[in-house]
């Protein structure tokens, strides 16, 4: 039993009015004898409502039955419960609803005997992001087993039809073979659709590792690697060298190559193509990067779909790929508690934004 | 007890067909046994009635029903007489703890599956001709001291 210091009426009124969480008394007989506001509030009453009830009033309809059974075992074994020692209940208000709350039990002595003091913190909002957390985490692994499922049903279909062409070639005739090449060519293009789902999974999955990197000096190695797979093409690069950031090394690397690679791509029409990657000022976030380029642009009407993934602005025989590049961006650069976006006009070339926080987000 | 012959674990038929399809495709005539399963891996490679066959090359899916390719791997490790096998996994799971796992439980390469026919057959026969032709195997003086 707790009371430590004799208190004046007056300064345990003003005291229970002074702590965050709603607080009720309780008398023996199970009967509210004090409420401070945040119980007013909380349970929607007013507190003439409340004074002289049975407490079991702000108990859910189910619970009231048993809940003096609970009171009188608590009385009889007075031990200071606090919040988060597995005591979860749920509140009712006057309108009879209800809600997950966390209380904490303590008693307090007086010269008209025992009272239970309950503290009571609404939690519907952290149950809710726990369970938020929870699906998540299920759909992340949800991604991955279907991903890779769908592998092997693709492998057979692929490697069946790939059979057909070479064993059957003449039995087809030309039309047959026309239908098994088309089937190779969409199986090829599935398997790169289950290779962005198993590589979505993991960014979302995977635990970031914080370092200090040199985005700068990482963007001109990716563009000298471009440029070495395409000796014949001129583009101009301006890269601004050291621009530290916190990032994920690895994850950060497949931002910046996927910019650099669009980048490349979308210039491929242009003899003066020029590419530039540097800092621009972004708000409150630590590092604002963009990489620019002078190519074909897109129409700003469309900016918001160049994220989402398997949208493509631009036909598939004019610009291959498959429209996963800049979704991948986005889950990373937001796994980092960064945002992007695009600034661009038709023939105009385009500016691809990215922000990092140098702090990972939930 | 060594054997030329090819251990394939494979639960998936489709794949199983694929995989001697590709066999065939190459120059690796040795006989392919396959298991559907880890419990028949493991119930061929050790019979219960004394020493079991001794495969040139186990080709090892990990995704498998019954007993997976980890604990088949593992239970390998744990015998002398099958300890020196080289195992190849050869699975469609890319997850790095899968491949970390494999190599932790004693195997002696991962691949990974590609999903085009032509490419997979180029791997099978590659694996074949390293494993079976290229690479000097462990002496079989029947089972170790330690």
């Given amino acids: 039993m707790t009371q430590l210091i004799p208190l004046a009426d007056g300064m345990f009124v003003a005291l229970l009015e002074a702590v965050p969480d709603a607080m009720v008394c309780i008398a023996a007989d199970g009967r509210l004898v004090l409420v401070n506001a945040q119980a007013e509030?909380?349970?929607?009453?007013?507190?003439?409502?409340l004074i002289g009830q049975p407490v079991e009033i702000l108990v859910p309809d189910a619970a009231r039955a048993v809940?003096?059974?609970?009171?009188?075992?608590?009385?009889?074994?007075?031990?200071?419960?606090?919040?988060?020692?597995?005591?979860?209940?749920?509140?009712r208000r006057r309108d009879a609803s209800t809600f997950a709350a966390e209380v904490s039990l303590s008693t307090i002595d007086t010269d008209e005997g025992i009272l239970v003091a309950a503290a009571i913190r609404d939690v519907t909002g952290q149950r809710r992001m726990k369970d938020l957390e929870r699906s998540n985490h299920g759909l992340e692994s949800f991604i991955y087993t279907v991903a890779h499922d769908l592998r092997a049903p693709l492998r057979a279909l692929s490697g069946y039809s790939e059979l057909l062409l070479e064993e059957y070639w003449e039995?087809?005739?030309?039309?047959?073979?026309?239908?098994?090449?088309r089937i190779v060519a969409v199986s090829e293009q599935m398997g790169q659709l289950i290779d962005y789902l198993l590589q979505l999974s993991r960014v979302l999955r995977a635990e970031l590792h914080l370092q200090s990197v040199d985005l700068g000096g990482e963007a001109a190695q990716i563009a000298e690697e471009i440029q070495r797979r395409e000796p014949l093409r001129h583009v101009c690069f301006t890269i601004q060298k050291q621009v530290q950031a916190l990032a994920d090394r690895r994850l950060i690397l497949t931002v910046l190559q996927n910019l650099l690679d669009n980048a490349w791509k979308f210039t491929s029409g242009r003899d003066d193509a020029s590419i530039e990657f540097g800092t621009a000022s972004g708000g409150d976030a630590a590092v604002c990067c963009?990489?620019?380029?002078?190519?074909?642009?897109?129409?700003?009407?469309?900016a918001a779909k160049l994220f989402q993934p398997f949208q493509r602005l631009h036909a598939a025989r004019d610009f291959p790929g498959l429209g996963t590049g800049l979704a991948s961006v986005r889950h990373i650069v937001e796994r980092h508690g960064?945002?992007?976006?695009?600034?661009?006009?038709?023939?105009?070339?385009?500016?691809?934004?990215?922000?990092?926080?140098?702090?990972?987000?939930? | 007890m060594t054997s030329q012959s090819i251990l394939l674990v494979e639960d998936n038929p489709d794949e199983e067909a694929?995989?001697?399809?590709?066999?065939?495709?190459?120059?690796?005539?040795?006989?392919?046994?396959?298991?559907?399963?880890?419990?028949?891996a493991l119930a061929y490679l050790f019979p219960g009635d004394g020493d079991g066959p001794r495969p040139a090359l186990i080709l090892l899916d990990l995704n498998l029903p019954k007993v997976g390719g980890l604990e088949v791997l593992r239970r390998m490790q744990?015998?002398?007489?099958?300890?020196?096998?080289?195992?190849?996994?050869?699975?469609?799971?890319?997850?790095?703890?899968?491949?970390?796992?494999?190599y932790r439980s004693g195997?002696?390469?991962?691949?990974?599956?590609?999903?085009?026919?032509?490419?997979?057959?180029d791997a099978v026969r590659a694996l074949g001709e390293f494993w079976l032709l290229l690479n000097e195997p462990a002496p079989s003086r029947g089972p170790e001291s330690d």
Avoid: C
Avoid at chain 1, 41 to 49: K, P, V
Avoid at chain 2, 109 to 117: E, S
């Fill in chain 1, 41 to 49: 509030r909380l349970f929607g009453y007013e507190r003439a409502e």
């Fill in chain 1, 67 to 91: 809940h003096p059974g609970h009171r009188a075992g608590y009385v009889a074994d007075p031990r200071h419960r606090p919040m988060g020692a597995g005591l979860s209940f749920a509140g």
């Fill in chain 1, 171 to 181: 039995v087809l005739g030309e039309e047959g073979r026309g239908y098994a090449e």
């Fill in chain 1, 290 to 302: 963009y990489v620019r380029d002078n190519g074909v642009g897109f129409d700003p009407a469309y």
């Fill in chain 1, 338 to 362: 960064g945002h992007v976006w695009a600034e661009g006009a038709v023939g105009g070339g385009a500016t691809f934004y990215f922000t990092l926080d140098g702090k990972e987000s939930a």
């Fill in chain 2, 18 to 40: 694929l995989t001697l399809r590709a066999f065939e495709k190459s120059n690796i005539s040795n006989e392919v046994v396959v298991a559907r399963d880890g419990a028949e």
């Fill in chain 2, 78 to 102: 744990a015998d002398a007489r099958t300890r020196l096998i080289p195992v190849v996994v050869l699975t469609s799971s890319k997850q790095e703890e899968d491949i970390l796992d494999s």
């Fill in chain 2, 107 to 121: 195997a002696n390469a991962y691949v990974r599956k590609p999903v085009h026919f032509s490419d997979f057959a």
